[in-house]
């Protein structure tokens, strides 16, 4: 085909998958709560962290925040099935949750959309992941006695598509993105330019922003 053919190529979502607040752990779950007009804020997150250690009326005094309630998962972040994914206990020790979540949103995007591991397997597809927080890895800093032996590759931003892609034996481009707030909108855009250029047949576009520390909360506190 022509470039030009290549541009007017019609792009099409075939699968997605979703982790969000409260019930919503999937696409139709999301709509579900939406369409009931409820909501998965929360102010009960005892089961995290001491919320009352950290609260105070003044959003910028220092090391608190003025947030009386979270949207948390259901899910819980430290909890991954690491031999499904062919990664060793220590290793998934290393991994920032947001990469364990994204493994698992994927292999259901691919599930939706009907695509076997095997019909992937060594395919051109291409990986855009976006992610802009990266406090685990400042929780793992913390006492350089107990960090684990793969924080780089665990904590590493750029392994979020990587890992992706290699357990998934993607041959496509495999890139993650930072551009803050607009971070998927881009990873898409990317996509489909890559998709229209005809450089892969197909791509996962993926995003995560799980917000661990109470620390990084009192931050944007403070910005009101």
Same mark, same amino acid.
Request: a neutral charge; one cysteine or more.
């Given at each position: ?13 075939? $699968? ?23 909501? $998965? ?9 001491? +919320? ?20 948390? +998962? ?14 060793? $206990? ?14 698992? =949103? ?20 291409? =990986? ?41 034996? +993607? ?13 998927? +909108? =881009? ?18 576009? $993926? ?18």
């Amino acid at each position: 085909m022509s470039s030009n053919q290549f541009k007017n190529e019609p792009v099409a979502i075939v $699968g997605i998958a979703c982790r969000f607040s409260g019930s919503a752990t999937s696409p139709e779950s999301l709509w579900e709560m939406l369409s009931k007009g409820s909501t $998965g804020w929360t102010k009960t997150a005892s089961h995290r962290f001491n +919320l009352n250690a950290f609260l105070h009326p003044k959003g910028d005094n220092k090391g608190t925040f003025n947030a009386k309630g979270f949207h948390l +998962l259901k899910q819980d972040p430290a909890v991954f099935d690491n031999d499904f994914f062919g990664i060793s $206990g220590l290793e998934a020790k290393a991994m920032d949750p947001q990469q364990r979540i994204l493994l698992e =949103v994927a292999y259901e995007a691919f599930e939706s959309a009907g695509h076997s591991m095997e019909q992937l397997k060594g395919s051109q597809t291409g =990986v855009w992941c976006s992610v802009s927080n990266a406090d685990y890895e400042s929780i793992l800093a913390r006492d350089p006695d107990a960090s684990p032996g793969y924080r780089m590759t665990g904590a590493g931003n750029a392994i979020l598509s990587n890992r992706i892609s290699y357990f998934f034996d +993607l041959r496509g481009p495999s890139m993650t993105v930072d551009t803050f707030c607009s971070s998927t +909108l =881009v990873g898409l855009d990317a996509a489909v330019k890559s998709i229209r250029a005809g450089v892969v047949k197909q791509a996962l576009v $993926g995003g995560s922003n799980l917000c661990l520390d109470p620390e990084r909360t009192a931050v944007l506190s403070s910005m009101s």
